[in-house]
């Protein structure tokens, strides 16, 4: 790709109310824009970041028979009455009216949805177990947006549910989810820790969150010498307030803020038994189906990376959320025909092996492309400039450490295969 055709539109200073680094570097770098509060646009630079995180849980939930759906965004009333959360949800639903004087609401969860989906379709204890996710928007008027894309109104979530027989089904299945998220975060190359949790307004018994460790995080954790531990509300809940400071003194937890990047919960029958949603079992019986949900900020995640990985510069993406592996900057390639054969030349190089590579190719200064792509956060960077053409070298910058060394263009395929990019 090249930046004539990738636009990119980096910003010299942020708005004040960018509090955080990760929302300050999203709109510095031009990977969002904001449209009106907890409401984010995504230029391409971002949409690519999202997309690869995407990708890795759409690979990860097909790989434990968890199948890709789509459902409405507009979700109508009566459902909601049906389990009865209608009333119960509270003011982060966005409700309104349609012009037949329907009530509606935007959707900032599916359990409805899927159990009114899955219930008229699915009738014996034969299509059991049935296992769904999709990828999409979801809308909570939240009190208080803030951090950007981190508190958000309106931020994509992975959503999964299953449905099965019974409540041992639903334990195995759950485990699966479990260890298909530790995948995830572990392929996502981020640094996170996974707690017993509160399950709040979905309901159910058994759930876990999934952290990101982080000063900003707006969760408090007690986390063990092996990063295991629980959510602080739930401690509350078990211990009560009054023992916990005790407790926490006497086995040696420490107190850690997180960001909450995933969810995943056994719901049990609470959505199945309100909506009506049965089965016959191979016993002839009818049972009300057994659910679990499970969640993944996908938006909150791009964020969340970002607190774990920058510096004075700007952002230092690990190679698994680059939006690209490599950035190649030509100095005046515009006046001078052999930087710019040069820089064709390995952007050539690099195309041909299958590398993400992004040639920069504006008429801007050398000072602007270098602050950019660093700001940007490729952790590869390689400069051609009038020196380089006559000598038939390359500038490479690591933006690790950004230190940089000259490559004989002969030896480049060398460094390549070094970096592994
Ligand atoms: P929080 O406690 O942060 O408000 P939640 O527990 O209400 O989140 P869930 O219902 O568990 O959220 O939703 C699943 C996932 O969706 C969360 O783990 C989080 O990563 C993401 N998420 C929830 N609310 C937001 C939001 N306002 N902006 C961005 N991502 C969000
Ligand atoms: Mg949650």
Request: net charge neutral.
């Amino acid at each position: 790709m090249k930046v004539s055709s990738f636009p990119i539109f980096t910003l010299k200073g942020v708005p004040s109310e960018a509090e955080v680094p990760s929302h300050q570097l999203m709109i510095k770098s031009g990977m969002i824009r904001k449209l009106s509060s907890g409401q984010y646009s995504w230029y391409p630079l971002g949409y690519k970041i999202v997309k690869k995180i995407e990708e890795v849980i759409r690979q990860e939930l097909n790989n434990i028979g968890c199948r890709e759906i789509l459902m409405p965004t507009v979700q109508p009333a009566e459902l909601w009455q049906d389990s009865d959360r209608w009333d119960k949800y509270g003011p982060e639903l966005l409700r309104f009216k349609d012009r037949n004087n329907r009530d509606f609401c935007l959707g900032p969860t599916f359990e409805e949805v899927i159990t009114d989906l899955v219930k008229n379709d699915v009738s014996s204890y034969k299509n059991l177990p049935i296992n769904l996710f999709q990828i999409s928007s979801k809308f909570r008027d939240e009190i208080r947006p803030r951090f950007g894309v981190m508190r958000a109104r309106e931020f994509i979530m992975k959503d999964a549910y299953s449905f099965h027989e019974s409540s041992i089904c639903l334990d195995k299945t759950y485990e699966l989810y479990k260890t298909a998220y530790k995948r995830i975060f572990e392929r996502l190359m981020l640094d996170y820790t996974i707690v017993d949790a509160d399950s709040g307004n979905i309901g159910g018994d058994v759930s876990h969150e999934f952290h990101i460790i982080a000063d900003i995080g707006e969760d408090d954790l007690l986390l063990d010498k092996n990063m295991n531990g629980m959510n602080i509300e739930i401690a509350k809940v078990k211990y009560s307030e009054h023992d916990l400071p005790k407790l926490i003194k006497k086995s040696g937890l420490t107190h850690k803020k997180g960001i909450e990047v995933g969810h995943i919960f056994k719901l049990g029958q609470k959505y199945s038994t309100k909506m009506g949603a049965s089965v016959t079992s191979n016993k002839s019986e009818v049972i009300d189906m057994f659910m679990g949900c499970y969640g993944i900020g996908v938006t909150r995640i791009v964020a969340a990376a970002i607190e774990q990985n920058y510096d004075d510069k700007g952002i230092i993406w690990p190679s698994s959320l680059s939006p690209f592996n490599a950035a190649i900057i030509e100095i005046d390639g515009n006046k001078n025909k052999n930087v710019r054969s040069l820089a064709q030349k390995l952007y050539d190089i690099m195309q041909s092996k299958k590398i993400d590579v992004i040639l920069d190719d504006r008429q801007v200064t050398f000072g602007n492309k270098s602050k950019d792509w660093e700001l940007i956060g490729v952790p590869n960077i390689f400069i051609i400039g009038k020196k380089e053409s006559e000598e038939q070298l390359i500038t490479f910058q690591r933006r690790a450490d950004n230190k940089k060394e000259f490559v004989k263009l002969d030896d480049i395929e060398k460094l390549l295969e070094k970096l592994s990019i």
